[in-house]
């Protein structure tokens, strides 16, 4: 048996490898993956190569190997998809968030379409064959619509850079200009990357976690066109502070906020958890719905304003709220889905574990003249039952959870409570089918709504309507 296991091992060891890192390889494009990389086969071996369409044959050069899968660049194209569009920016297939900008739009949204009914295969909800899902809700602008920019700051050859990282690493790509950004958020970050270098303030270096400067973080409002600037520094001085405030009051009088946030080491977060104001105001105000949000730097708000009203309406069309409705806003953020919904029911309650965003979401209410809504801190799987035990009852929910989908404990909770009228917001379509695995015992789902709310990359959103069964 011994004997055997050896000259397993040894003829194991000499298996040739597909693809070494380097070559050249001719790839047939099938279809993309859900990051929104094309995917072809090298000897019955999956390549994922960025920037390759369906269809297009194509030369890949080699960039990692994997034991079940290959990563590629685009070397060459042989043969191009008559759906290929220029890009507007160099840096598409380079960084992430411009994936698909290479890609005309109307195949962008059946793209979207397809990764919902992906999803749905693979986690296999009850009745998912019949599922009613709907062509996506195109976007409009597709280019200009970010309101919220983060981006690195780094040294490049002796310059102060701003950017994104590349994808699957830590080397960043300055950015001058970037198309999916609304023009304020990119002014404010460009200004900044010169006074930083001017008044030689030092920016973070990975490779000693030395420097003050992180990251920058610009939102922009659309109802006003003032932005809000956070500067995300390693430690809590701020060298020359008083001299980078005063030129940003002289050179960009659009900042109508300016905070610091500390963030110290190595860390894959962004944020740390001391805020510190610096100038201005201590929030932004955005306008949805008829209605006025302030917002604090952390706050979570849609990235896409212009398509955020049509989310929310279809949220609203998925309830079906009349004027007796008592709904529960889980997720809530700092409330933007249930005061735009508060005058359509009789009560809205809602809940956030982000402390500052339950203050906005409650000083949102006041500053909108809506005494029918009250938000908590906390978790939604742990307020819902006390609430209900306090006879605090609802019988319409809407969920709208980060990527990572609802928290089992929730569900539980849903499935005890079985509100009547239930709409399940998603921005990630593989935790929303698992999801939905567990909730279509107890719930019908009547329909998936994809909506784009990020053109040019692979990212979806979707509305789901369930009903009781």
């Not at 500053?367 to 019988?395: S, V």
Request: contains cysteine.
């Amino acid at each position: 048996m011994e004997a055997h296991h050896h000259k397993y091992q040894k003829s194991h060891q000499t298996t040739p490898a597909v693809a070494q890192v380097g070559d050249r390889i001719p790839l047939t494009i099938r279809k993309l993956g859900v990051n929104g990389q094309g995917i072809g086969y090298f000897k019955h071996k999956v390549c994922f190569v960025p920037g390759a369409l369906p269809g297009e044959i194509v030369v890949a050069q080699v960039s990692q190997v994997h034991p079940h899968y290959l990563t590629a660049s685009l070397h060459r194209i042989r043969r191009q998809s008559h759906h290929r569009v220029a890009p507007r920016d160099d840096y598409a297939n380079v960084a992430g968030g411009f994936e698909l900008e290479c890609l005309a739009y109307p195949e962008q949204l059946k793209f979207k379409r397809q990764v919902v009914w992906d999803a749905l295969r693979k986690f296999r909800p009850r009745g998912y064959r019949q599922y009613d899902v709907r062509p996506t809700i195109a976007a409009d602008p597709q280019y200009g619509y970010r309101n919220k920019a983060q981006f690195q700051v780094r040294m490049i050859d002796g310059h102060v850079a701003a950017g994104l990282y590349k994808s699957q690493s830590h080397d960043l790509i300055d950015m001058p200009t970037c198309q999916v950004q609304m023009p304020g958020t990119m002014k404010v970050v460009r200004t900044l990357v010169k006074l930083i270098e001017q008044l030689n303030i030092p920016v973070y270096d990975e490779s000693n976690h030395s420097g003050i400067i992180k990251t920058l973080v610009v939102r922009e409002s659309l109802a006003n066109k003032d932005c809000q600037l956070t500067i995300i520094t390693n430690t809590p001085k701020l060298i020359h502070k008083h001299k980078l405030l005063a030129a940003i009051q002289d050179q960009l009088p659009e900042v109508r906020s300016v905070m610091q946030n500390v963030n110290p080491g190595d860390t894959p977060l962004i944020w740390g958890e001391e805020t510190i104001h610096l100038a201005g105001e201590t929030y932004l105000t955005e306008s949805l719905m008829g209605l006025d949000f302030r917002l604090s730097a952390r706050s979570f708000l849609q990235l896409n304003p212009f398509q955020t009203e049509r989310l929310y309406e279809e949220a609203a069309k998925a309830l079906q709220l009349t004027a007796g409705d008592v709904l529960v806003d889980a997720y809530a953020g700092v409330g933007t889905i249930g005061l735009s919904l508060a005058r359509r029911v009789r009560q809205v309650y809602g809940m956030e574990t982000i402390a500052a965003a339950v203050d906005d979401a409650n000083t949102n209410a006041k500053l909108n003249g809506i005494d029918n809504a009250l938000y908590q801190t906390g978790k939604t799987e742990d307020l819902l039952p006390a609430w209900q035990a306090n006879d605090r009852h609802f019988n319409a929910l809407v969920v709208d959870p980060p990527r990572t989908g609802l928290d089992r404990h929730l569900i539980d909770a849903i499935l005890k409570s079985r509100p009547a009228k239930l709409a399940y917001v998603s921005c990630d379509m593989a935790t929303l089918a698992r999801n939905l695995s567990r909730l279509s015992q107890t719930y019908r789902v009547d329909y998936i709504q994809p909506i784009d709310m990020m053109p040019q990359t692979p990212r979806c959103e979707a509305v789901v309507k369930l009903s009781l069964r």
